[in-house]
């Protein structure tokens, strides 16, 4: 038997898959989806099993099949299937594409064990009175002797954490800074690797389970890369967490959609539901509906909407079939929740982009929560779009794919409009109060007046009142820090990151200036650095500034600031949930973490500082972006018995997005946005793509970003090829960016750019990055 197998190099000389022999003592044993080790270019490497067959096209003698990493494969043949389609429409490798696939719990390392399951002279000389043994301890004697039993089916395989001396108390290392240089090769390997999985994790576990040492530990936290702190270990158990369900009666538009949708066949549904109008009610139907046909259900959620109230609610509902996948829980946590998925013990999987891949048989329903957030991209390499994935897994099984959203994509409206997509509108809150009034603050006339606080008059008086009347209030701007940028007075001076084309923010609580996108940090300057002036001025306003005027104006009142300066890690946001809710808090100040999944009965109050910052956003969405985050953090305000009220303070409240922001309006914003979007050929009239290319060298990045774009346009007459421009960042990190937008309207152009990508993945001067908009 032969072995086709995808080898872990991104190359685009490797980017194809070879065969390999598979030895007789790895017969049955070598699977499909597995990871092995083979002998490639004299080096052994690491590669994925996608295929086993009879015969090779290749002439010569197959190497064999060294060793195998995967008893139990993680990948199943659908994930194979996945991952192609992933490197064929994205771009990528499909290396990249399979690792995707793997959970970063999985990149840790792990102990296979070996159970006895049959007494017979074979176990009995290799297990002697033990049941279990370390398949990881043995030579490759005993090894082969325990291949050969598991094709008799004598023992089994299963994996696990390493037991480690318990301690009331774990030492967490946490990323600050991967943008530092390191002093070492391993140190380095180590800043990539947290990086990587990009989320807290045990020291112990490093050590002993990663390889790395202490002493690279200690190390990166010296030179600030990384920083420790302790957590206490408290032991999850089922019980805690399963709450009594109480069912909610359905109204009619409720009971209408969960009639519209048939789950019996596959076709993508688009509910249309206003903040609070049930729609988490209608998605619990349906997965109870595939449960009771014996089908298992995927739903998506951003990973800022997974908040303890959803998670609860699930749990309480659906008990111990459901695995729900977020980042407050741990490495180890992480892993035995896919091996639950893996052995099929669950049938219902929450979680956010990644989940998509849970390898769940015979799905039902496929539902995608919040589906007009961008977080459904993968931004780093490989790219993918999890709704194009639920799509296509949707099709695979023939089952429902829905969509829903209280302000949908305007392509996937579109696509409802014309009838690709079923639309399904639920027009009213689910216990039918009206919506927050919403009042617009011209802040122009406020300046004219002689305001320059952040707060109009309107909204001033508006937290005071609420504060008075022991009601709660959410003020959010999508800006964090003190103020946006320092500036001299007297020569005009912006302080400006080194690295990077941006001026640094201002952080009064630790009093120094933060570049938000290399981590550079410097002393707050008393003198200008250019004309050594004093006269240093500090503009803008982030939520720093928002949490000073409160406290000038409301000292007594209890303000809690969110934003990833101060909820760095998901016991911070549990800590803001639950004080929040307690009435510990009287005002919420905060970032986009804050526009979801959260619902208090008593905000009454929600003010939006800046309602301009999104719109002016170089992006062809932003208008979109802008009145999403309007519209969903204005749903967080008369959420139960009292009614609410949204103030928006602007700068330009005869823009289109603000108006239907005041009535409440998705149709009125949607016809102003399609009709634009048509003139200028933008999605949904195209398909646009935005390419990213960088160098050290801005000289050369240039030269060949004019080449590409020259290439594409001989490619079509048709398409409109934009640039090379300048990144609107142009330097960051000491790399210079430019970028080339493609609004295409021919497969050709798309057939240029497949072509052109993996030319430049070898080339260590120029990086190519394309992005599906």
């Known amino acids: 038997m032969i072995a086709s197998v995808i080898i872990d190099i991104k190359n685009k000389q490797v980017n194809k898959s070879f065969d390999y022999n598979i030895p007789n003592n790895l017969l049955g044993v070598v699977k499909l989806g597995a990871r092995v080790r083979v002998n490639f270019a004299n080096k052994i490497r690491v590669a994925f099993v996608i295929e086993i067959k009879e015969e090779t096209d290749y002439s010569k003698n197959l190497k064999d099949i060294e060793d195998v990493i995967d008893i139990n494969p993680i990948i199943n043949e659908e994930g194979i299937e996945i991952a192609k389609y992933i490197s064929n429409n994205n771009f990528t490798f499909m290396i990249s594409s ?438 240093i001025r500090y503009l803008g306003t982030g939520t720093e500034k928002v949490m000073e005027e409160l406290a000038n104006i409301l000292p007594d009142a209890r303000c809690y600031r969110m934003d990833m300066d101060t909820t760095k890690k998901m016991e911070d946001y549990e800590a803001m949930y639950q004080g929040f809710k307690a009435h510990d808090y009287d005002i919420l100040v905060g970032t986009k973490m804050i526009t979801m999944g959260l619902d208090f009965p008593l905000v009454t109050l929600v003010g939006i500082i800046n309602a301009d910052l999104a719109l002016n956003y170089p992006l062809y969405n932003a208008s979109s972006e802008a009145f999403n985050l309007i519209m969903q953090v204005s749903g967080r305000g008369g959420r139960a018995e009292k009614d609410g009220r949204t103030i928006i303070q602007t700068y330009n409240p005869n823009h289109f997005v603000i108006e239907a922001s005041k009535i409440n309006d998705y149709d009125h914003f949607y016809k102003n946005e399609i009709k634009y979007r048509r003139i200028q050929h933008m999605p949904p009239f195209s398909e646009a793509l935005m390419i990213t290319i960088s160098s050290s060298d801005a000289n050369l990045a240039y030269e060949e970003a004019k080449i590409i774009a020259t290439n594409l346009k001989k490619a079509s007459i048709e398409s409109k090829i934009l640039g090379p421009v300048e990144a609107d960042i142009f330097k960051k990190n000491d790399i210079f960016y430019f970028k080339i937008q493609v609004l295409a309207y021919e497969d050709s152009v798309l057939d240029m750019v497949k072509y052109l990508y993996p030319k430049y993945q070898s080339d260590k001067n120029v990086t190519l990055d394309i992005e599906r908009m």
């Not at 519209?260 to 066949?265: H, N, P």
């Not at 951003?302 to 309480?316: G, M, N, V």
């Not at 039902?364 to 709704?387: F, L, R, W």
Request: net charge neutral.
């Open 98 to 535: 399979l690792e995707n696939l793997i959970p970063r719990a999985f990149k840790i390392k792990y102990q296979t064990i070996v159970t006895k399951l049959i007494d017979n002279d074979l176990t009995k000389s290799l297990f002697g009175n033990k049941k279990e043994l370390i398949f990881d301890n043995m030579n490759d004697d005993k090894k082969n002797l325990c291949y050969q039993l598991l094709k008799d089916n004598s023992i089994s395989f299963d994996t696990r954490f390493k037991q480690i001396k318990e301690d009331p108390y774990e030492v967490m290392i946490h990323l600050v800074d991967d943008s530092i240089s390191c002093p070492s090769k391993k140190s380095s390997s180590l800043l990539d690797y947290l990086s990587e999985i990009n989320q807290d994790i045990e020291e112990k576990l490093l050590i002993a389970d990663s390889g790395y040492s202490k002493a690279v530990i200690d190390t990166l936290e010296s030179i600030g890369a990384i920083s420790k702190y302790k957590k206490e270990i408290i032991e999850s158990k089922e019980d805690e967490y399963i709450k009594e369900y109480k069912k909610v009666p359905l109204n009619q538009y409720q009971k209408n959609a969960i009639e519209a949708i048939k789950m019996d066949k596959y076709d993508t549904y688009l509910i249309h539901g206003v903040t609070g109008s049930g729609k988490t009610n209608v998605y619990m139907e349906l997965i109870e509906d595939a449960r009771c046909n014996n089908k298992s259900s995927i739903m998506l959620v951003p990973e800022i909407s997974l908040t303890p109230q959803i998670t609860d609610l699930f749990k309480s509902r659906f008990k111990n079939r459901i695995a729900i996948l977020h980042s407050r829980l741990s490495i180890k946590e992480k892993y035995n929740e896919w091996k639950r998925i893996l052995a099929q013990e669950v049938d219902i999987v929450i979680g956010a982009r990644s989940a998509i891949f849970a390898p769940l048989k015979n799905l039902g329903c496929i539902i995608v929560d919040e589906e007009h957030e961008s977080t459904y991209k993968q931004e780093n390499n490989p790219k993918y779009s999890a709704i194009d994935i639920a799509r296509l897994r949707a099709k695979k099984y023939d089952c429902p794919l829905v969509l829903g959203s209280a302000t949908p994509d305007v392509s996937d409206y579109f696509k409802a409009c014309e009838g690709e997509y079923k639309l399904i509108e639920m027009p009213f809150r689910a216990n039918m109060k009206p919506f927050p009034e919403s009042e617009i603050v011209d802040m122009r006339q406020e300046l004219k007046n002689g305001n320059k606080s952040v707060f109009s008059l309107k909204l001033k008086n508006a937290i005071i009142e609420n504060y008075n009347n022991h009601n709660q209030t959410i003020l959010f701007i999508n800006r964090r820090g003190h103020s946006s940028f320092v500036m001299c007075r007297s020569c005009g001076e912006v302080v400006k990151c080194p690295h990077c084309d941006v001026s640094l923010t201002f952080h009064k609580r630790t009093n120094t200036l933060k570049c938000h996108y290399c981590g550079y940090e410097i002393p707050n300057p008393v003198n200008c650095p250019k004309c050594g002036s004093e006269k």
